[in-house]
């Protein structure tokens, strides 16, 4: 598609009970989840999920996506809602998200977005006018979030002339990408992408990974040129039923990011995307990883624990609650255990 990198060609069900990622018994019952959900797996993650059960399960349909609960939801963080104009989101005064594509090198099967995601190309260059337009109208905007679909499926060219434009709007401090190309698509970190992604004076790039086994030499050279590059570098991951979710995963991912020189960001509780149900731990199950990963490791290598309220509302912290209150004196637990009296000042 024009001003896209060329995708990588899809793969079928048949891939996959070639690779011995899904039984041939299973093909006819992963064929209809396709059909509602689309499968792409890039040859890296491919390879990965092939070696990797916590890489597999993020990418490879399953018959539990047919079971639909209650609580699902078909825009479960209110893109929709809260959009002035197509392609834009506006939930918070001081920033929008710009679904610059709709398009992925990768498709997760907990994807919040999984209703819209597909190779429809890029956003209509009218609607991409609109939406560029709204944000130089609204000085308010300090923050502009890349994201579709996947930013970087992009071509260098059209993100140069997207980054150049959003440089000319004064108010727009810093430009966020979020991606998992990186990752997934490592050969398209090139000087020409890295060179465009500097074209505003402020970029950051969050990349999207949730186990350490993503993390292929491939990878993590490509990481390391965003980094040289001096592009600062976030992370964001999911919690995830049978992928990380247990403290010891979770810590390999993120001492593994912090030795790239990527902070982790946001560990986000799993979103009500419809048919993604299996994948959804409990909030109590992520308060008490949050609370053994800050026992053994810096807070340099700890995200913020976050829920996005359903229909829209904001991310709020859901991390565990060390503080219990009687009055003006505080009960402290601490990494261990182990509790503390704590006393606020009085008030004059």
């Known amino acids: 598609m024009d001003g896209m990198f060329p995708l990588r060609p899809a793969l079928t069900v048949a891939d996959l009970v070639a690779d011995g990622l899904a039984a041939t018994a299973d093909a006819a019952v992963l064929s209809r989840v396709t059909q509602d959900f689309r499968m792409r797996l890039t040859p890296e993650m491919r390879e990965a999920s092939a070696n990797s059960a916590g890489v597999a399960r993020q990418f490879v349909p399953s018959a539990a996506e047919l079971i639909e609960r209650p609580e699902d939801l078909l825009d479960p963080i209110g893109d929709e809602a809260h959009a002035p104009v197509p392609g834009l989101t506006h939930r918070y005064p001081d920033r929008v998200i710009l679904h610059v594509t709709k398009t992925c090198e990768v498709y997760c099967r907990f994807c919040f977005r999984r209703e819209t995601v597909g190779e429809t190309g890029h956003l209509p260059a009218d609607q991409l006018e609109a939406a560029l337009g709204y944000i130089a ?4 905007i300090h923050e502009v979030i890349l994201t579709g679909g996947d930013p970087l499926v992009l071509s260098p060219r059209r993100i140069s002339a997207l980054m150049a434009r959003l440089a000319e709007m004064a108010h727009v401090g810093v430009v966020r990408l979020h991606t998992r190309v990186p990752v997934v698509a490592p050969d398209r970190i090139s ?15 969050v990349i999207h990974t949730n186990h350490a086994d993503e993390l292929t030499p491939q990878a993590q050279a490509a990481v390391a040129r965003l980094a040289d590059a001096g592009l600062p ?16 995963t979770l810590e390999s991912l993120f001492r593994a990011l912090i030795r790239l020189r990527v902070k982790p960001y946001y560990l986000h509780h799993c979103d009500l995307a419809r048919g993604a149900g299996h994948f959804r731990t409990t909030i109590p199950e992520g308060q008490a990883i949050m609370a053994a990963l800050r026992g053994r490791m810096s807070g340099t290598a700890l995200p913020t624990y ?16 060390y503080l219990t209150q009687d009055g003006p004196h505080w009960q402290v637990t601490d990494p261990n255990g182990r509790r503390h009296d704590y006393a606020d000042p009085e008030r004059t």
Not at 191 to 205: F, M
Not at 233 to 248: F, H, I, K, P, Y
């Open 137 to 140: 109208q609204t000085p308010a």
């Open 191 to 205: 000087p020409a992408l890295i060179a465009a992604l500097r074209l505003h004076p402020s970029t950051w790039v």
């Open 233 to 248: 570098l976030l992370s964001q991951t999911v919690l995830l039923r049978g992928v990380n979710d247990s403290a010891d």
């Open 306 to 321: 976050v829920l996005d309220i359903p229909g829209g509302f904001g991310k709020v912290p859901i991390g565990p609650d």
